[in-house]
């Protein structure tokens, strides 16, 4: 039977809408427009994925210019209670995160820094090897290193969350087992549900998901089963299959969204080391490079996030399921390991 409609969006309104990535084109006014009229409360937006030290600082430089300029439509968030001061001012909370430590480069102590500034979310590699790991297209598997031993037991310290989307299996595994805080997997999938390189083993997600961590479905059509031919039920099946493997206490969205990202963002996130492209691991070079051909019908951009709470609720959910997979799990993650 089909939900009602309006019972659906007074829901969705209702909920603390949280998209635990984000990627889009931050100089777009049209990505600031659409999280709006989406109702997004926070994202989780990438500030640097291949960027070293001075690169870094100056995106962060750059998006304290955007919050002065935007104060209007967004906020920094640093605390679970921006969150909802976001929600309450009608506005998206901007959540500075990475997809790689490469920006700390080989200095400890920077993660002070950055977690001053403001980042509350570190990937711990991206793709291939850095100084902490393996990524998940890396050729090897190997673990934390020392170096990545010591960075997840800082991040600990300092209230910054670790994220494992990226990151390769061996090291996915070690991150989880050496950290004393829950961890995220903000934007991946199952590869019991769709098995490629970039998707999480059951072992990750339970291990996960045993020490109180959360993972955001990503509805990039390339980790759905359908690829990219798949749609809004692809998107639905992938959470379907993230909760029946932990429960709903431990999914939430991670659209991995990249509004109006030109070619070129997509040759450098796809490229060796953010340099050579096409990249020799497998899965990159072939994919499409126009962010419109990475998203289902209907799902492209976050002004049509609300249908998720009508398409969850015709699924069967509840409406407190609801609630928490919109983003009340992340609310009550980012409150253990930020704040604790």
Not at 19 to 25: C, G, I, K, Q, T
Not at 32 to 60: F, H, K, P, R
Not at 198 to 209: C, F, G
Request: proline content about 2%; aromatic content about 8%.
């Amino acid at each position: 039977m089909s939900t009602d409609a309006t019972h659906a969006r007074k829901l969705y309104d209702a909920a603390v809408v949280i998209d635990a990535l984000n990627v889009s084109n931050w100089d777009s006014d049209a990505v600031y427009e659409s999280l709006n009229a989406g109702g997004v409360a926070a994202i989780n937006a990438t500030q640097a994925t291949w960027e070293g030290y001075e690169e870094t600082l100056d995106l962060i430089a750059k998006w304290y210019v955007r919050l002065r300029e935007r104060s209007d439509q967004i906020l920094l968030v640093e605390t679970v209670d921006d969150i909802h001061r976001a929600k309450r001012e009608g506005k998206t909370g901007i959540i500075f995160g990475w997809q790689n430590t490469s920006p700390i480069e080989n200095d400890l102590d920077r993660l002070a820094l950055f977690h001053k500034l403001g980042v509350r979310i570190m990937q711990v590699t991206y793709h291939e090897r850095n100084l902490l790991g393996d990524g998940c297209m890396e050729r090897q598997n190997g673990g934390l290193t020392n170096f990545g031993i010591d960075a997840v037991r800082e991040m600990n310290r300092l209230g910054i969350l670790l994220d494992l989307s990226h990151v390769g299996v061996a090291t996915t595994q070690e991150s989880i087992e050496v950290s004393e805080k829950p961890v995220a997997i903000t934007h991946a999938n199952a590869k019991s549900y769709f098995d490629h390189r970039r998707n999480k083993t059951e072992q990750a997600i339970k291990t996960m998901a045993d020490k109180g961590g959360v993972i955001g479905a990503t509805c990039i059509q390339g980790f759905l089963r359908n690829t990219y031919s798949s749609t809004i039920d692809d998107y639905l099946d992938a959470i379907d299959h993230l909760v029946d493997m932990v429960g709903v206490d431990h999914v939430g969205i991670g659209t991995d969204h990249t509004q109006d990202q030109p070619e070129e963002f997509w040759k450098y996130i796809g490229g060796q080391q953010g340099t050579k492209y096409p990249s020799s691991f497998t899965g990159h070079s072939g994919m499409p490079l126009a962010w419109e051909d990475q998203y289902p019908v209907g799902l492209k951009t976050p002004d049509q996030l609300p249908i998720m709470s009508e398409s969850l609720l015709n699924r069967g959910y509840s409406d407190d399921d609801v609630i928490k997979i919109l983003g009340g799990n992340w609310l009550r993650l980012f409150g253990e390991v930020w704040e604790a």
